[in-house]
T-cell receptor, first 112, second 114 residues
Framework: SQKIEQNSEALNIQEGKTATLTCNYTNYSPAYLQWYRQDPGRGPVFLLL?????KEKRKERLKVTFDTTLKQSLFHITASQPADSATYLCALDSNTGNQFYFGTGTSLTVIP | DAGITQSPRHKVTETGTPVTLRCHQTENHRYMYWYRQDPGHGLRLIHYSYGVKDTDKGEVSDGYSVSRSKTEDFLLTLESATSSQTSVYFC?????????????FGSGTRLTVV
């Protein structure tokens, strides 16, 4: 069955640095990959979608890469701020187009 | 969250009792989903709907049923609640499968089965 792995350990970085989060997957080839942000007690908020034929996508301080050979996506937050502290989830489509499978998320803390 | 509300926000119920969670949207989106979120498992799809009266199972559908009689409402029912169904339940909507807009999630319902 398909498996999605995100950094299980929390990531702490200094304000102003670039945060890099990893999403690895096995056993299937998704056509789409999404990244979400989730704050405590709240639902996930959609950030970016990248398609399998796109190597990189940017939105303001966010950058996502999608390497279908390595079966990996990297999520970068440049010039990080304390307000970026949250849990970040990756999600991959099921190939049937009916649903997305979510990773367990990586907790990011940006230290002032 | 704008356009999507879940009720109740919190509920404690006893084992064996039926429970219904409600998701209401004002976006007129075609697709609606119910997920549960548990530590170590991430978000897992329970059921989804692709139109009025059109529903299908997700990966963890056992013990759950859904109904969608109107575009705006998607109900999740636990016929006989068990302790393993203690979780945070999220409803999500989307205008299209795999759309650029992604999913919009509600604020969640924290359900405790005692």
């Amino acid at each position: 069955s398909q498996k999605i792995e995100q950094n299980s350990e929390a990531l702490n970085i200094q304000e102003g640095k670039t945060a890099t989060l990893t999403c690895n997957y096995t056993n299937y080839s998704p056509a789409y990959l999404q990244w979400y942000r989730q704050d405590p007690g709240r639902g996930p908020v959609f950030l970016l979608l990248i398609r399998e034929n796109e190597k990189e996508k940017r939105k303001e301080r966010l950058k996502v890469t999608f390497d279908t050979t390595l079966k990996q996506s990297l999520f970068h937050i440049t010039a990080s701020q304390p307000a970026d502290s949250a849990t970040y989830l990756c999600a991959l489509d099921s190939n049937t187009g009916n649903q997305f499978y979510f990773g367990t998320g990586t907790s990011l803390t940006v230290i002032p | 969250d704008a356009g999507i509300t879940q009720s109740p926000r919190h509920k404690v119920t006893e084992t064996g009792t039926p429970v219904t969670l409600r998701c209401h949207q004002t976006e007129n989106h075609r697709y609606m989903y119910w997920y549960r979120q548990d530590p170590g498992h991430g978000l897992r799809l329970i059921h989804y709907s692709y139109g009025v009266k059109d529903t299908d199972k997700g990966e963890v559908s056992d013990g759950y049923s859904v109904s969608r009689s109107k575009t705006e409402d998607f109900l999740l029912t636990l016929e006989s609640a068990t302790s393993s169904q203690t979780s945070v339940y999220f409803c999500a909507i989307s205008d299209g499968v795999g759309g650029e807009e992604g999913y919009t999630f509600g604020s969640g319902t924290r359900l405790t089965v005692v």
